[in-house]
């Protein structure tokens, strides 16, 4: 009998396939209240840095801007250079704190606003990204399967309350 170990594409979780069964081993990550992440807010060319996660980290192929957790002892500027290096290969310069929200499950989000050398091209770390794009709020408004955090943002931005100059027709 033959097993291999793969993830379950709705939950992230370890699954087991024997000889043509699968085994979910669902495992929900525990819920953390006061969970802080922090997300990359990068231009270029009047288009937002964003990614498709992959399919083996939490919201498989979701559709949000680059980011995670803000480790122990970490600010949020040295998560966010620390982030953008392990998901994209790309060293960011953080600029400021744009804008700040709560997700639904408690985790507090700081939105920062990088730098990014004009000829950097990101690398994604594929079991963290599956794909990069850059996109307007227009097409972030038609693309599928997208992060609600994401969405909330652009909104936020079109309403003022982003600390970013506004670059787009809303």
């Not at 033959?2 to 819920?31: D, W």
């Not at 680059?66 to 949020?76: A, D, L, M, V, W």
């Not at 730098?115 to 850059?134: F, M």
């Not at 038609?142 to 931005?157: C, D, H, N, R, T």
Request: glycine share 8%; net charge negative.
């Amino acid at each position: 009998m033959q097993n291999r170990h793969r993830f379950c594409t709705f939950c992230a979780g370890s699954e087991i396939e024997l000889t043509g069964f699968i085994v979910n081993m669902h495992r929900p990550k525990p819920f953390v209240k006061g969970k802080r992440g922090v997300v990359g807010v990068m231009l270029r060319r009047d288009k937002l840095l964003t990614i498709r996660r992959s399919q083996w980290v939490t919201a498989p192929g979701k559709l949000c801007l680059p980011g995670g957790t803000i480790e122990e002892g970490e600010t949020e500027e040295q998560a966010l250079v620390r982030e953008m290096k392990e998901e994209l290969s790309i060293h960011v310069v953080p600029v400021r704190c744009c804008w700040r929200s709560v997700t639904p499950w408690g985790t507090k989000l700081a939105f920062w606003w990088a730098e990014l050398d004009e000829e950097a091209e990101p690398l994604p770390d594929v079991h963290e990204v599956a794909e990069y794009y850059w996109m307007d709020h227009v097409e972030i408004h038609g693309a599928p399967e997208v992060l609600p955090s994401l969405p909330q943002f652009i909104e936020a931005w079109r309403d003022g309350e982003v600390d970013l100059p506004r670059i787009w027709e809303f």
